[in-house]
């Protein structure tokens, strides 16, 4: 769109509504200016439909650019699957790619999603696991669309049994019988952990999710604990791991309240109040 702007040929001047899905996503994945720069080409007077299952400030900063009187509405998040085998193992970072060819190398699992908070996460851990022989491929916004697409064609079709990946995979694709969710990092909050988890155990199939857990993580933890309102069972770290950090719930819930930075309550939707010259509306899912 952005590309077809800067040519001069988009006429928008009939253009009634704007909506954004999956806005905190779309931020993290760095698209604010590009956003911004197509909003600015549009007409003034129109409604906006804002998504977004999280609120951290750079969404607020945003809504509070393009919307114009909304109303916030809260609506509760799904539960995770109950066929999904949930554990956490609580892991100092080094221990976690040791962990992960560990896990994945221990019982047979014919389709495996792993999924990582940053694009040099899965690239590293890519490259860790394909150095051990592991038949495995990446997935992230670095990569242009038809790599992207081959590779998920590969993991679709089973050629490809473990598939590294962002949160861009988290939400909105058709994948059944994927055996095993690895959490390598802890997603930072608890509907990014329902969505990712949820990647399996679906089609009435039974499925596995584990996810790894640093001391500095341990309060996401907590937080996702309290969200979905059961506690994740810790698994236990193989003695030839070594020391591995004590899971503090003290500790955790101090940092928690400390941070101040995210919001792991309900997510948000916005929606617009009507009879003003740029009618607005978001919301939340």
Do not use: W
């Amino acid at each position: 769109m952005m590309a077809h702007i800067k040519m001069g040929y988009v006429k928008f001047s009939g253009l009634k509504y704007l909506v954004l899905d999956e806005g905190d996503r779309m931020l993290d994945m760095g698209f604010y200016d590009d956003i911004m720069f197509i909003i600015n080409h549009l007409p003034k007077k129109r409604q906006n439909l804002l998504f977004s299952a999280t609120m951290p400030p750079k969404i607020r900063e945003m809504a509070r650019k393009i919307l114009h009187q909304p109303a916030e509405i809260n609506i509760s998040i799904s539960k995770p699957n109950e066929k999904i085998v949930q554990q956490a193992f609580i892991v100092y970072d080094t221990q976690k790619i040791p962990l992960v060819k560990y896990l994945l190398t221990h019982k047979a699992y014919k389709s495996v999603l792993v999924f990582c908070s940053s694009k040099q996460s899965v690239k590293e851990l890519t490259r860790q696991l394909q150095r051990a022989k592991l038949n495995v491929d990446e997935i992230h916004s670095d990569l242009d669309q038809s790599k992207r697409e081959d590779v998920l064609m590969q993991f679709k079709s089973r050629r490809l049994p473990i598939l590294i990946a962002t949160d861009i995979l988290s939400r909105g694709i058709d994948i059944d019988n994927i055996d095993l969710v690895i959490n390598y990092d802890v997603p930072h909050d608890g509907e990014d952990y329902v969505h990712r988890i949820g990647r399996t155990a679906r089609a009435e199939a039974d499925g596995t999710a584990y996810t790894l857990v640093s001391p500095k993580e341990q309060y996401k933890l907590a937080a996702i604990e309290k969200l979905i309102g059961k506690e994740v069972p810790k698994g236990t770290v193989p003695e030839e791991f070594g020391e591995v950090p004590v899971y503090n719930i003290a500790q955790h819930r101090t940092n928690n309240r400390n941070s101040g930075k995210r919001n792991f309550s309900k997510p948000r939707k916005f929606t617009n109040n009507t009879g003003t010259k740029n009618n607005t509306n978001s919301s939340s899912r």
